[in-house]
């Protein structure tokens, strides 16, 4: 079971994940329209371009966007969670060992107390970022069961990993869990809300070519989001 | 009973259509027929499946119902905070249905979606600025609001407005003769003033052509004549063109695709008739917006620009007075508190957040001047915008919608606000008569044709 989880299985995850999640790209980028857009991406690619990076640039930036300033509270929750959610599986020692008995290299490996402490951290932030949902009207009017769901596959592999990790009662077991939730994470990528991992980029940069391009960018000034 | 005598889903294109819905007084008969309109589910699927694209598809698609586009809208912020006005709420219990649907919905429905269009949003973009993810809900409205028009359901105003430019070229009736008249009446009664002053109708080859609102010269001509002594001051080559001068568009207001492009196609027509080396239009933010920003892919120009570079008013009058066209005595500068209201359609949607403030340090004396708070491309909507001012029906809503634009004006502690756009300028005169604040409002033109420093060979003899 292991041994076709982390061998076969996981291969097939990995193609269809970042395979769907290219195939998403593509399908965006082939979907926009200059004329139903307006926005003349293609005549002013530059323009665009500098006003993609600026766009993205500053929503990944804690305190780059005025919308993080004025909710300084939500930042904290948002940036915990993500940067504990991505950095944490990618530079895990654990995982990297993994990398290295297979393909015969690996990333650099974080100190286990820092990733303790990020995956933790992500834990934590998760169920705030839910609680929101049950507790602010605003949040709760637009909230449904699919993102509770997208929130318990995104949290699941996390939580069974600290369980894993920290031999609450049968390993094996935990240990297991982790990987089929994990694979169901990378799975869900492609097909449904997750999608955002890369599509977030595709879509801030839309928007920041049209100021780019059209609402200002061309008039040589610069938005501040 | 499908399609109402005054409201069903075919553009009003006569005359004789337009004085027929116009006579229903307040849309009263109007309204009445849209309760029995019905719903054409295949055209208004096959129309989606058309136009809507990945982008669109997108935003639905990864929203992340987290509810930060609530705070941004002013809109909700002055409801009371229901979550019924949450942006990302709006557009997906209105639009996001009729897509989920694939167009099978109800009358009801419909009646419903153009409440939301038109009365909780006013497509100010501002949304789109505080979403992680970039989705901007105005422009989704104003995508709903293209779909509601296809089907009829669009506010007794808007239909009329687009209709106007469907008919008469121009948001309300004023014909080609008309508008040369008042240009003539205008040259003749300002040139007592100011001596050889013209307003040069359909001139080749001038340097800067000018269009304009047609409620300046159908309500307020002495704007038309304003215009004309700044250029004249200034010592302009201009000229505006007898067809192709309305450069206002409330069919965008009503979603009314088709006749936008008509109407910016008439004014590029004319650019190209007259080949000035410029074009600029009057103190109008949807007209500008509608004309120079999204006009170009209207008409379907593959570099999303008009034919020759169209800047708006406001840039003309940096320019003016940074090159000296323009003087300003400072004896004559504004010294009181005074602020300045950011429209929406030129601001957010074009970047022209330093022009404005250029001239501000022109014409005020330093010190004087009071931003509001937020500003410049974070401001907030006059509270009219998007044709919100114009509809009767949502009246009530509109002067809720004002008090946030009250607020921001009564935190600058300013008496006077300066509104370059017709749109910001109406909201704050109804917002004055509605609360009495006690301010004073004002274009550009009239506080710098106060202040000029008026090079002597051009006054008046009687005053040499």
């Known amino acids: ?76 929750m948002f940036f915990v969670f993500h940067i504990g959610i991505v950095i944490t599986p990618i530079f895990l020692i654990a995982h990297n060992v993994m990398l290295q008995e297979n393909l015969g290299f690996s990333l650099p490996a974080l100190p286990t107390c820092v990733a303790d402490i990020l995956t933790w951290a992500a834990v934590v932030a998760g169920l705030l970022l839910t609680l929101r949902r049950v507790a602010f009207p605003e ?24 369980l894993a990790r920290y031999g ?55 938005m501040s989001w | 009973m499908p399609e109402g005598i005054l409201c069903n889903k075919t553009p009003i294109k006569t ?77 997906q219990s209105t639009l996001g249905e009729i897509v989920k649907k694939k167009g099978k919905v109800t009358n009801e429905f419909m009646r419903h979606c153009m409440d939301v269009a038109w009365s909780q949003c006013t497509c100010c973009n501002r949304c789109g600025m505080y979403c992680p993810h970039g989705i901007d809900m105005g422009v989704m409205f104003g995508y709903l609001r293209g779909l509601l028009y296809s089907q ?11 209709g106007m430019h469907r008919v008469y070229r121009a948001q309300m009736d004023v014909t080609t003769e008309d508008w040369v008249e008042t240009c003539e009446w205008m040259a003749e009664e300002t040139e007592e003033e100011w001596p050889g002053l013209e307003i040069p109708v359909d001139k080749q080859n001038a340097d800067i052509m000018y269009t304009c609102n047609a409620r300046e010269p159908k309500h307020y001509p002495e704007d038309v004549a304003e215009a004309a002594i700044l250029f004249h001051v200034a010592g302009e080559n201009w000229t505006v063109p007898s067809e192709g001068w309305e450069q206002t568009s409330l069919s965008m207001f009503a979603g009314d695709w088709e006749c936008c492009k008509d109407n910016v196609q008439n004014v590029y027509d004319a ?61 004559k500068r504004i010294k009181e508190p005074v602020t300045l209201q950011d429209s929406c359609n030129y601001v957010r949607n074009q970047g022209l957040k330093d022009v404005t403030r ?99 060979h051009m006054l008046p003899k009687d005053e040499e």
């Not at chain 1, 699919?146 to 069974?160: E, G, K, Q, R, S």
């Not at chain 2, 930060?68 to 809208?73: E, G, H, P, Y």
């Not at chain 2, 009829?152 to 687009?162: A, C, R």
Request: aromatic share 12%; net charge neutral; glycine share 10%.
């Open chain 1, 168 to 222: 609450v009662g049968d390993y094996q077991f935990w240990l297991t869990a982790h990987i089929i939730t994990g694979e169901i994470w990378l799975l869900s990528l492609p097909f449904t809300k997750l999608s955002h991992v890369v599509l977030f980029f595709m879509s801030r940069a839309q928007l920041g070519m049209d100021y780019g391009i059209k609402r200002g960018g061309m008039k040589g000034s610069s």
């Open chain 2, 358 to 456: 250029e001239i501000i340090s022109y014409i005020v004396e330093p010190g004087y001047f009071v931003e509001m708070s937020p500003t410049k491309e974070h401001n907030y909507c006059c509270g009219g915008g998007g044709g919100f001012n114009g509809i009767g029906m949502y009246r009530e809503q509109r002067n809720v919608a004002l008090r946030t634009k009250m607020d921001q004006i009564l935190d600058t502690g300013c008496k006077l606000v300066i509104a370059p756009c017709h749109n910001c300028w109406d909201a704050i005169r109804d917002l004055e008569e509605e609360y009495e604040i006690g301010i004073r409002w004002s274009f550009l033109k009239p506080l710098i044709i106060g202040m000029l420093d008026v090079p002597e």
């Open chain 2, 152 to 162: 009829g359901f669009v506010p007794w105003e808007l239909k009329i407005g687009s």
């Open chain 2, 271 to 331: 650019i190209e008739r007259l080949n000035p080396k410029r074009a600029t239009g009057t103190e109008c933010g949807h007209a500008h917006r509608a004309t120079v920003i999204e006009g170009p892919y209207w008409t379907g120009r593959p570099d999303g620009l008009p034919p020759v570079p169209y800047i708006h008013y406001v840039e003309w009058l940096a320019e003016a007075l940074r090159t000296g066209k323009l003087k300003i005595d400072p004896a």
């Open chain 1, 1 to 76: 079971m292991y041994d076709f989880l982390t061998g076969p299985m996981l291969w097939l995850t990995f193609a269809v994940s970042f395979g769907g999640l290219l195939v998403r790209i593509v399908l965006y980028i082939k979907g926009l329209n200059q004329q139903l857009d307006r926005v003349a991406y293609r005549a002013h690619m530059g323009y665009g371009l500098k006003g993609a990076f600026n766009s993205i640039i500053s929503f990944l930036n804690p305190v780059g966007a005025r919308l993080w300033r004025i909710r300084p509270g939500f930042a904290l």
């Open chain 2, 15 to 91: 005359d004789e259509q337009l004085k027929l819905v116009l006579s229903d007084s307040r849309g009263t008969k109007y309204y009445a027929e849209m309760l029995e309109l019905e719903v054409d589910s295949d055209a208004l699927w096959a129309l989606i499946q058309k136009t809507m694209k990945s982008r669109t598809k997108t935003w639905f698609e990864i929203c992340a119902h987290c509810g930060l586009c609530a705070n941004s809208c002013f809109l909700y912020q002055v409801n009371g905070r229901i979550p019924q006005q949450v942006p990302s709420y709006k557009i």
């Open chain 1, 139 to 162: 949040v709760r009017i637009l909230t449904t069961g699919y993102d509770y769901l997208m929130m318990v596959i995104t949290l699941a592999p996390f939580v069974t990993g600290l």
